[in-house]
């Protein structure tokens, strides 16, 4: 029987307890390095459980994912790049406010998604009661709680991953709704971009169009070649700072925030 390999890349805040769940799931499994072209640290990880392999990517711990940083730009580029079947988000429980920003642009990202509630344990002591199924259901992403330093609901994991990376369990997350000034603008820039060959197999033209309308330096410099949709952009980005008296980057970030807080 050939055994059945599934890629997951885990993503998440620092000190959510992203080390403790690849450690925990990878156990002596592992490999450090650094990643290509720069000295961020770099740990991949195997775990077996049946027939399938889960080669387990470690990514660098962010609060963003808006490439400012070399660790926000790694993290990124790797779920662009389709490399991983699932993506693992590890939110610190007690923290939501903070955590769930960066869950929010993984959605906005329309990878294959899994967001684990993890330290449990605390929220459980503060007397705190999360529904975990109804932010599933306003998700649209399974949620999975767990303990990770005592080994709680890290087998739900790989059985979660391991169905949506076999199409059992089909994840369309659900996203940000900006207003429809906004909206318009993506809508239109993304009818008007031709998606650049970039080796990045998992880049959403909407995602591209809404990273254009932020501004987003890595994004533009992908369409380089494309002068009239860095053009467009900057006349929409014009229009959009004059009726909101604010830099679009600026209202899809509170936006994001009201989402998360919603
Ligand atoms: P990372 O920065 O996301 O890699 O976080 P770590 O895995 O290093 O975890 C940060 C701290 O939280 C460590 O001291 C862990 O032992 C602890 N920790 C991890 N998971 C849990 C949990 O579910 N509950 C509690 N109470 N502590 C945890
Ligand atoms: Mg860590």
Redesign the pocket.
């Known amino acids: 029987m050939s055994t059945h390999k599934i890629t997951i890349a885990l993503a998440?805040?620092?000190?959510?307890?992203?080390?403790?769940?690849?450690?925990a799931l990878t156990g002596a499994h592992q490999k450090v390095g650094n990643w290509s072209g720069v000295t961020v640290e770099k740990k991949e990880g195997i775990a077996h459980c049946g027939e399938i392999e889960f080669h387990i990517v470690?990514l660098p711990?962010t609060y963003s994912l808006s490439a400012f940083s070399m660790e926000e730009k790694v993290a990124r580029d790797f779920i662009l790049s389709g490399e991983a079947d699932v993506t693992c988000v590890?939110v610190?429980a007690g923290n939501l406010d903070r955590n769930l920003y960066l869950v929010a642009q993984l959605l906005e990202m329309e990878t294959p998604l899994l967001v684990i509630f993890?330290?449990?344990?605390?929220v459980e002591n503060r007397g705190i009661r999360i529904d975990i199924e109804k932010i599933s259901r306003l998700f649209a992403v399974p949620v999975i709680p767990?303990?990770?330093?005592?080994g709680?609901g890290l087998n739900e994991i790989l059985d979660t991953v391991s169905k949506i990376a076999d199409g059992d369990l089909t994840v369309r997350p659900a996203t940000v709704h900006y207003p429809k000034e906004i909206e318009n603008a993506i809508a239109q820039l993304e009818k008007n971009i031709i998606p650049p060959s970039c080796g990045l197999k998992s880049c959403p033209s909407k995602w591209m169009a809404l990273k254009l309308l932020e501004n987003d330096s890595e994004v533009r410099r992908l369409f380089k070649d494309q002068p009239s949709a860095l053009a467009l952009a900057d006349e929409l980005r014009k229009s959009i700072s004059q009726i909101f008296k604010d830099d679009p980057e600026m209202i899809v970030t509170d936006h994001r925030y009201g989402f998360v807080n919603g």
């Open positions: 998440g805040n620092p000190n959510s307890g992203k080390t403790t769940i690849f450690n470690d711990g590890v610190d993890n330290m449990m344990d605390e767990t303990i990770a330093n005592r709680k």
